[in-house]
């Protein structure tokens, strides 16, 4: 089954950049999507077909993904950034993958 | 604007079936779109469940295709979800979602708030 791979935490000072990584083979020839869990809440999509934003997201979220890796990048990071990060991807033989998620820390 | 209710029992006894129900409002399940199940057991990631679509449409992971169950009334704008044969690895948080999906591509937009569901005698 398919599988993918993502940091279990990443920490950034405020203001700063952070890249979480996501990682599966092949990942680049499929559609990654990020979601945002904050304690307590539901997850929200910040990142769809990649690299869209929902509208009323702000510019500073950006994604990319190419070869085995989509990497979801926060610039000009905030305290209110601070979160947990799951990637997932449409494979033909499991359908339906989410990552293990990523603490995101803003120091 | 579409939201999304999870209701259903919060506690079930190993061996029993989960019976829960995503209420739809702002938006008619039979318009199109696909709708899914996600669970999150207490502390750990996502897994997705299944999802249908008005036209009959299911998909449903193979580890769990043989005890999930999942179904719809437009009429109420209602999706259910049966999960059979519960043990306490079914304990999770269970959200309702309303999915987009496109050929090889899909995501998840909006999620319900979710239910608790525990699995213990």
């Known amino acids: 089954s398919y599988e993918l791979s993502q940091p279990p935490s990443v920490s950034v000072s405020p203001g700063q950049t952070a890249s979480i990584s996501c990682s599966g083979e092949k990942l680049g020839d499929k559609y990654v999507s990020w979601y945002q869990q904050k304690p307590g809440q539901s997850p929200v999509v910040v990142i769809y077909q990649d690299n869209k934003r929902p509208s009323g997201l702000p510019e500073r979220i950006s994604g990319s993904n190419s070869g085995n890796t989509a990497t979801l990048t926060i610039s000009g990071t905030q305290a209110m950034d601070e979160a947990d990060y799951y990637c997932?991807?449409?494979?033909?033989?499991?359908?339906?993958?989410f990552g293990g998620g990523t603490k995101l820390t803003v120091l | 604007q579409v939201q999304l209710q999870e209701s259903g029992p919060g506690l079930a006894k190993p061996s029993e079936t989960l019976s829960l129900t995503c209420s739809v409002s702002?938006?008619?399940?039979?318009?199109?779109?696909?709708w899914a199940w996600i669970r999150q057991s207490p502390g750990r990631g996502l897994e997705w469940i299944g999802s249908?679509?008005?036209?009959?449409?299911?998909f449903a992971p193979s580890s769990l295709k043989s005890r999930v169950s999942i179904s719809m009334d437009t009429s109420k704008n209602q999706i259910f979800l049966r999960v059979t044969s519960a043990t306490a690895a079914d304990t999770a948080m269970y959200y309702c979602?309303?999915?987009?999906?496109?050929?090889?591509?899909?995501?998840?937009?909006?999620w319900g708030p979710g239910l608790l569901v525990t699995v213990s005698s």
């Open positions: 702002g938006y008619s399940i039979s318009s199109g779109h696909y």
């Open positions: 997932q991807a449409w494979d033909s033989s499991t359908a339906v993958v």
């Open positions: 249908i679509h008005h036209s009959g449409s299911i």
């Open positions: 979602a309303r999915e987009e999906r496109s050929g090889s591509y899909n995501w998840f937009d909006p």
